[in-house]
């Protein structure tokens, strides 16, 4: 079988076909890939039936994974359902029961529904997230993408140059703050330190830049935060505007994968009475944002 992809939507994202991601991969197959996420920076790879294990390997191809034993993931280790290297983006809890609509977890997945870069919270960012879709309700649910490469080409000028040096605070509490969700423990108030990243990224293999937005930005260093809230909120508005928006309906067995350094996604609603039960194997990012020179 020969990797091969089609690109489905006019700036990025591409289908993948002739590749069984549940065996292990040639070089010449990751080397492929790697190369369709520089370009197409999402990628589809329709009918992949995975167990977790599988789906753990196959996200070894491409780099080391990203630990979830640190701050900022809701449901403790003693109530997943899952390994500690799966991130569990079900509405389950963890006796398989569909949450309670009165449940932190599910407040805080509510939030996903808003778009956002996954960990932009954390010091070091993620890369790539791959989600698997295993149980699908029946209506809504979609994944929707957005494309930060395409969206920072197409600024004008002047706005250009007023982003290019300017660093952000992201926190999942500026995220769930947006919800209404204010409710944190002390805990979760000391996890969730902002962390600076800067808004535009350059991609450490194409040298495209990107607008590096997130719902969990709050701040930007040297503005008060209404003028950087409003600033951010214009950016955003500006940057998932419908030509630079994938949506993904999805089927059962769709192995999803997106660059989180040069994408935003978010869920979409769905009817909460139905089970969703999707799986999210993430790779950490290799450099803190502040590091690296725009
Ligand atoms: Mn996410």
Redesign the pocket.
Known sequence: MTVSIRQIHPVFVGEVTGIDCSKPLSSGDVAAIEAGMDHHAVLIFPDQPLTDQQQIDFTRHFGELEGYQTGGHIRKKEDSRLAPELADFSNLDKSGNIMSDQDRVWFFKLG?RLW?S?SSFRPIPAKY?LLSGRVLPSWGANTEFADMRAAYDALDDRTRREVEDLVCEHSLRFSREAIGFTDLTPEERTAFRPVRQRLVRTHPVTGRKSLFLSSHAGTILGWTIPEARMFLRDLTEFATQQRFVHAHAWRVNDLVIWDNRTTM?RARRFDRNEVRDVRRTTLGGDVATIEQAA
């Open positions: 996903d956002h996954d997230s996604h």
